[in-house]
């Protein structure tokens, strides 16, 4: 055997060598690749649960202003009612009962759509305060979705 053919074949074994540690190296990238598309999927997932839930949380929020404009609508009315209950106690002292137990169950009824809509501006407070950081602060509310990461 001559050194030229030795010489040949340690060269291909070492390039075989050369092939395989560059061919695992590249492997091990394509695997750590495939582990972070994986975990940014899953991040995508929730991001679309999230966008999901703020969604909802909106509709929502839609609704409890439509129930507020129906109690003011309907404090108004009441109010209007008491208008007309002080103009007739001041016509006559005689109906003055009359007006006060009217006057009383009108204020009860707005006494009740207070609270109610005391309820939905709290809401409404929550839901605009959410939304507002969200429009303001967006890469705040993305990291919170993601667990503070």
Known sequence: MSYR?????????????GIVVVMSIFTYVMYDMAKEIKKMSGVMVQMG????????????????????????????RNVADMGGDVKDMSDSVEG??????????????????????????????YDMGRGVRTFSSPMGFFNNMMGGY
């Open 96 to 125: 003055l009962d009359t007006n006060v137990k009217s006057m009383d169950t009108s204020v009860k009824t707005m006494t009740g759509q207070a609270q109610h809509m005391n309820a939905n501006m709290g809401r409404m407070a």
């Open 5 to 17: 053919v030795a010489n040949k074949g340690i060269m291909l074994v070492f390039a075989t060598m």
């Open 49 to 76: 649960n999230d966008l999901h839930t703020m969604t909802v949380t909106q509709d929502r929020m839609a609704v409890d202003i439509s129930s507020m404009r129906e109690s003011m609508y309907s404090m108004d």
